[in-house]
């Protein structure tokens, strides 16, 4: 009886997964031609600097139809406060390879906080807002232009094992958050990002996830969100230190 029951768990923890994943397509309109498609792929290493510090960095590429984007970030900086609380801070630069227009540089600054939900259930229930400084550099030009934003994610990862296994080598966990981004520029809430997705660990130095992100922005204050953009991204989170990651991501476990 007690095998029966965690096969009916291990079902339905599995078609809650696939709806996360799946659901965000709702919105996807194949005839809609003003909604374009991102493919990315991101490279996140990790290690340790100090007993409450850890160092992060960010790699990756985007690619368009209209535009390839290179990303580079680093230092990237965790401050672990307590096991619920951690700050992030540091510098994200973007080259964005246009085909129609000028090519632009980035430079993104930002520094925010994590906050987690701690729970007896091994779920991640967090909410990390962040402020960023927006700098762009038209390399045609070379003139600069800027503007600053908070972006507020609040997000659920799930373990899709029992709760003896959570956050072992070799399990799943679904992912799934919202993230309205408010740009004083503007005085208005643009855009808004709603994520699903699907995480495996490989061991305690990598983990691989799979998301999709649909995102909504208005042209003015007074319009509705329009689905403008999908993203699909393949994201490889890895340790440069055993057990970092489970320190970064599972604070409370």
């Not at 930002?110 to 400084?133: D, M, S, W």
Request: some cysteine; proline content about 4%.
């Amino acid at each position: 009886m007690k095998a029966t029951l965690q096969r009916v768990r291990g079902g339905a923890s599995w078609i809650i997964a696939l709806g996360i994943l799946v659901a965000p397509a709702i919105f996807v309109s194949a005839e809609d031609n003003h909604v374009s498609d991102v493919y990315q792929f991101n490279i996140n290493p990790y290690h340790p600097v100090a007993d409450r510090l850890d160092m992060f960095g960010n790699l990756g590429c985007y690619q368009n139809s209209d535009y390839s984007e290179y990303r580079f970030g680093w230092p990237g900086l965790i401050y672990h406060v307590e096991s619920w609380l951690q700050l992030w801070g540091g510098l994200d630069a973007y080259y964005t390879d246009n085909d129609h227009s000028p090519d632009q540089l980035e430079l993104r600054p930002f520094a925010g906080a994590k906050i987690f939900v701690p729970n007896q259930a091994k779920l991640l229930l967090y909410n990390f807002t962040r402020y960023e400084y927006r700098a762009f550099e038209n390399e045609e030009s070379g003139t600069w232009s800027n503007y600053s934003r908070i972006r507020s994610r609040f997000g659920a990862e799930i373990p899709l094992t029992s709760r003896t296994s959570a956050w072992t080598e070799k399990t799943f966990y679904a992912l799934a958050d919202v993230e309205p981004f408010y740009r004083f520029d503007k005085n208005e809430w643009d855009p808004v990002q709603l994520r699903g997705g699907l995480g495996y660990i490989v061991n305690k130095r990598i983990r691989l996830e799979l998301i999709y992100t649909g995102q909504f922005t208005r042209s003015s204050a007074d319009r509705s969100f329009q689905h403008s953009e999908n993203l699909i991204e393949l994201n490889l989170k890895l340790a440069l230190h055993e057990g970092i990651l489970a320190r970064v991501f599972n604070p409370g476990d």
